[in-house]
Nanobody
């Protein structure tokens, strides 16, 4: 099983970026599909979870600006980020939490310039 994150890059403050996370292989016992981020010099933090029924929970810091979604047919997660701020600069990680373990993507860097 591999999670391949992509879509990071340099964006100006106020801009948008969409991240993708393609899943290869078969995963069973999925509980949630998640996005995390790690800013320079800080610990990794949770930002969003897609629940089995499709609803999404967000960290307060991104609520109203970011939207997580999934396409089951394409086995891909998406993270639409609007209204980006310099404080959103981080390596973004996708993850799939199962009853057995958590699978992590390799991370993709988003840099927001002021």
């Amino acid at each position: 099983v591999q999670l391949q994150a992509s879509g990071g890059g340099l964006v100006q403050a106020g801009g948008s970026q969409r991240l993708s996370c393609a899943v290869s292989g078969s995963i069973t016992g999925i509980k949630t599909m998640e996005w995390y981020r790690q800013a320079p010099g800080k610990e990794r933090e949770w930002v969003a979870s897609i629940l089995p029924n499709g609803s999404v929970n967000y960290a307060d810091s991104v609520k109203g600006r970011f939207t997580a979604s999934r396409d089951r047919a394409k086995k891909t997660m998406y993270f639409q980020m609007n209204g980006l701020e310099p404080e959103d600069t981080a390596v973004y990680y996708c993850a799939i939490n199962t009853v057995y373990r958590i699978y992590w993507g390799q991370g993709t860097l988003v840099t927001v310039s002021s």
